[in-house]
């Protein structure tokens, strides 16, 4: 009998979660240029990602009650397929339609629901993989999506000053061959059930089992600390070194991203000889005190690296918090991976909102919203201190 490679499913979900960051980056770039060519105005423009956010909110919901009944391969293609014909229909419906913005928008939701597939569905199918470091395996999967994000960024930058900014639409033609491609990986690699019919704890015990409810807590905080930064990264970049805000834009997210990749590779070579509870806590401490440098610094350079740093402290959380919750809940099942994934699009939708209405309230002052944003990772500290008090006290997953 011929030997499965599960290399070649691990090679197809780190494409996914390159799919996904160029679903996530591409389209801000093009903010500006809607603007200028479609008319659109910026409040319209605010519209898009909120809807980007939400669509996959709905997309994880759903995948809690049908993913397991209608199968992962069936799923993870659709979310590629997905992914791939919203990409190209942006850069055909809003020449064909009446009122451009609609086109725009039909775009993203075809593309978020493919995001949204993506990120409840590629964790747990690499999770049922026999490989031997899960914990490292899961941060190396996770990284893709950071030099995923640092290739949009970057090649689409390339790509304009060689090409002009007027030809977004071929490059989006381009951007959409990756999920294409992914496609046939999908539909040639080996992938597992998680755990078979009838072994599951289902919603219903999930949502009656303590453990996973700090689990989730754990999630939304990981969450919300990673995106706030990601966000507002730009603006620190201007302030530190007083470039353009084309130029604050991509350097911004870019250096984040780098330093997020960085942490999440790392751990992936090293997570054997580590423990995973230890190097969260580690790292929420870190993370709190990179929000208060950037909030508090006098000095625009120490906000930049606060804002830099933070990269590194923040790119664990996720996949940790992903890893230690398949540890505590092996039955969790689909179920429990578009919880989390619910719980962590909830926390990066809150987090940034919750700065920059705060931010406006204090008369357009960031740091406020910042210092605030802090209390994500000082939550993050104390539920991982729980959870390793739980585990010392030889609290058995459920």
Not at 5 to 20: D, I, P, R, S
Not at 254 to 276: N, P, Q, V, Y
Request: neutral net charge; aromatic residues 10%; contains cysteine.
């Amino acid at each position: 009998m011929k030997q499965k490679n599960y290399k070649k499913t691990l090679f197809a979900c780190e494409l996914g979660f390159v799919t996904q960051s160029i679903s996530a980056n591409f389209t801000p770039l093009l903010f500006l240029t809607f603007k200028n060519t479609y008319g659109i105005t910026l409040d319209k423009i605010a519209i898009i990602p909120l809807v980007f956010y939400l669509t996959q909110l709905l997309v994880d919901l759903a995948a809690t009650k049908y993913a397991d009944k209608i199968g992962y391969r069936t799923c993870v293609l659709a979310s590629q397929v997905l992914s791939a014909f919203g990409l190209i229909l942006m850069a055909i419906l809003p020449d064909i339609l009446p009122v451009p913005f609609i086109g725009i928008l039909i775009s993203v939701v075809l593309y978020a629901m493919g995001s949204g597939l993506i990120e409840v569905l590629v964790s747990p199918i690499v999770e049922a993989c026999p490989f031997e470091n899960k914990d490292g395996t899961m941060s190396m999967l996770h990284s893709f999506y950071c030099w995923g994000a640092m290739g949009v960024i970057l090649g689409s930058t390339l790509f304009f000053a060689a090409f002009g900014i007027e030809n977004w639409k071929i490059l989006t033609f381009i951007w959409a061959l990756v999920p294409l491609y992914n496609t046939i990986n999908f539909i040639n690699c080996p992938i597992e059930r998680l755990i078979e019919d009838g072994e599951g704890m289902g919603v219903r015990g999930l949502l009656k089992t303590p453990i996973f409810w700090l689990m989730i807590l754990l999630m939304v905080c990981s969450g919300a600390s990673e995106a706030t930064m990601t966000q507002w990264a730009s603006a620190f970049t201007e302030a530190a070194i007083g470039v353009s805000k084309t130029v604050g834009d991509l350097a911004g997210p870019c250096l984040f991203a780098m330093f997020m990749g960085l942490t999440r590779m790392l751990h992936g070579k090293f997570s054997e000889k580590l423990d995973l509870t230890k190097v969260m806590l580690f790292c929420g401490i870190m993370c709190v005190g990179c929000y208060l440098l950037a909030s508090l610094s006098t000095l625009p350079i120490l906000g930049l690296a606060g804002c830099a740093l933070c990269g590194l402290a923040v790119g664990i959380m996720w996949p940790g918090s992903v890893s230690i919750s398949a540890q505590q809940c092996p039955r969790g099942g689909t179920a429990m991976f578009a919880f989390l994934a619910l719980a962590g699009d909830l926390g990066a939708t809150a987090g940034p909102t919750l700065v920059g209405n705060l931010s406006e309230m204090a008369g357009g002052d960031l740091k406020t919203g910042l210092f605030v944003a802090t209390l994500f990772p000082i939550i993050l500290v104390v539920g991982l201190i729980i959870l390793n008090s739980l585990k010392k006290a030889g609290k058995q997953p459920s």
